[in-house]
């Protein structure tokens, strides 16, 4: 495994972390709808143009030059993933993160590694590597649904039997949410395969691959905007909530610091998948997925999501992590 290869590995655990932890601060905010358009704006409007402008030469010149059906495919597939990150947030609410990560990041990790795999990565693989890779997908599905599956074991005992139909008719509509969520999360990572055209203009005109993957997410998020920006605009008015703007400035600082996190994540995330070579949008958005998952259950049990969980439910949270771990192991033999 080459140095390049494992800096990408390193690169991907560190936005695994980042992105893992980015939903922590929503513990600490009121109004939804006020946290959510902040972070929004901030992370899909600032923060992409300002690391895009700052890292590549001639931007606009790119974006000018460049047919419009090249960036046709990133901002309708951003568009669709612009859904599910509303979806995402109201998920993380009802499921809490260590469940809500399992359930989407892991449908969005085996979607988001098999699809550009098998439109356009498949024939740069040998038999053995793609064996490699089918083999870790399957243990991270087996991961998610562990996982899954204690975080219901969970959510049911820590009603102590009480209004158990309720309370699974609730538990199921969640989950539900989260399966939708999950199938359309790795759209973001189809409209950065996808939009590898811009990244490559970028490089005709001198930039060095690591910086040229910095102008695909300007044009990636712009399709994500509207969806979440809209939907915060319609709950505000609805709600009457903007005086909580003015009321309790608080959670500005918690949606810019999730929003600095999001966005920091995805940018690793850009760079390692230079580092991973041609597989780099599919075995590293798969390993992405995973270091967040387990990252999220991580600050799950720090936040005592899971405190008086029956030992059931915490031995299958531990059985689900270590075939996420596993299925690591495995992408990372496929990616080497």
Same mark, same amino acid.
Request: contains cysteine.
């Given at each position: 495994?080459?140095?390049?290869?494992?800096?990408?590995?390193?690169?991907?655990?560190?936005a695994?972390?980042?992105?893992?932890n980015c939903?922590?601060?929503?513990?600490?905010?009121?109004?939804?709808?006020?946290?959510?358009?902040?972070?929004?704006?901030?992370?899909?409007?600032?923060?992409?143009?300002?690391?895009?402008?700052?890292?590549?030469?001639?931007?606009?010149?790119?974006?000018?030059?460049?047919?419009l059906?090249?960036?046709y495919?990133?901002?309708?597939?951003?568009?669709?993933?612009?859904?599910?990150?509303?979806?995402?947030?109201?998920?993380?609410?009802?499921?809490?993160?260590?469940v809500?990560?399992?359930?989407?990041?892991?449908?969005?990790a085996?979607?988001g590694?098999?699809?550009?795999?098998w439109?356009?990565?498949r024939k740069l693989?040998?038999?053995?590597?793609l064996?490699e890779?089918?083999a870790?997908v399957?243990?991270?599905?087996?991961?998610?649904?562990?996982?899954?599956?204690?975080?219901q074991l969970r959510?049911?005992?820590?009603?102590?039997?009480?209004?158990?139909?309720p309370?699974?008719?609730?538990?199921?509509?969640?989950v539900?949410?989260?399966?939708?969520?999950?199938?359309?999360a790795?759209?973001?990572?189809y409209?950065?395969?996808?939009?590898?055209?811009?990244?490559? $203009? +970028?490089?005709?005109? /001198?930039?060095?691959?690591? =910086?040229a993957?910095?102008?695909?997410?300007?044009? #990636?998020l !712009?399709? @994500?905007?509207?969806?979440?920006?809209?939907?915060?605009?319609?709950?505000?008015?609805?709600n009457k909530?903007?005086?909580?703007?003015?009321?309790?400035s608080?959670?500005?600082?918690?949606?810019?610091?999730?929003?600095?996190?999001w966005?920091?994540?995805?940018?690793?995330?850009?760079?390692?998948?230079?580092?991973?070579?041609?597989?780099?949008?599919?075995i590293?958005?798969?390993?992405?997925?995973?270091?967040m998952?387990?990252?999220?259950t991580i600050?799950?049990?720090? $936040? +005592?999501?899971?405190? /008086?969980?029956?030992r059931? =439910?915490?031995?299958?949270?531990?059985a689900?992590? #270590?075939? !996420?771990? @596993?299925?690591?192991?495995?992408?990372?033999?496929?990616g080497?």
């Open positions: 495994m080459s140095g390049l290869v494992l800096q990408g590995i390193g690169l991907t655990m560190v695994g972390a980042m992105s893992g939903m922590l601060p929503m513990k600490f905010t009121r109004r939804w709808e006020n946290v959510w358009l902040v972070f929004s704006l901030m992370s899909l409007l600032v923060l992409p143009w300002a690391l895009a402008l700052v890292h590549v030469d001639h931007l606009f010149d790119i974006y000018l030059a460049v047919p059906s090249t960036m495919a990133p901002i309708l597939f951003g568009a669709g993933w612009g859904i599910a990150q509303i979806l995402f947030g109201i998920c993380i609410l009802r499921l809490g993160m260590g809500g990560y399992a359930v989407i990041v892991g449908l969005g085996v979607l590694t098999l699809v550009p795999l439109m356009g990565q693989v040998s038999g053995t590597a064996a890779i089918f870790g399957v243990v991270m599905v087996l991961g998610i649904v562990l996982t899954a599956w204690g975080g959510e049911y005992g820590s009603r102590n039997g009480e209004n158990d139909l309370r699974q008719q609730g538990y199921a509509t969640a539900l949410l989260a399966v939708l969520c999950g199938l359309l790795p759209m973001l990572n409209a950065f395969a996808f939009g590898q055209g811009l990244a490559t $203009a +970028a490089v005709r005109v /001198g930039n060095t691959p690591v =910086s993957a910095y102008a695909v997410w300007p044009i #990636a !712009l399709g @994500g905007l509207v969806p979440n920006v809209g939907y915060s605009l319609y709950l505000l008015r609805r909530s903007w005086k909580g703007f003015t009321s309790d608080s959670d500005v600082w918690w949606a810019t610091l999730m929003a600095i996190l966005m920091g994540a995805f940018a690793l995330y850009g760079v390692s998948s230079v580092y991973l070579g041609a597989l780099g949008t599919s590293g958005w798969g390993l992405f997925q995973i270091f998952i387990l990252t999220a600050s799950g049990l720090l $936040a +005592a999501e899971w405190k /008086g969980a029956s059931t =439910s915490v031995t299958l949270l531990g689900g992590t #270590a075939a !996420l771990i @596993g299925a690591t192991v495995l992408l990372s033999m496929g080497r």
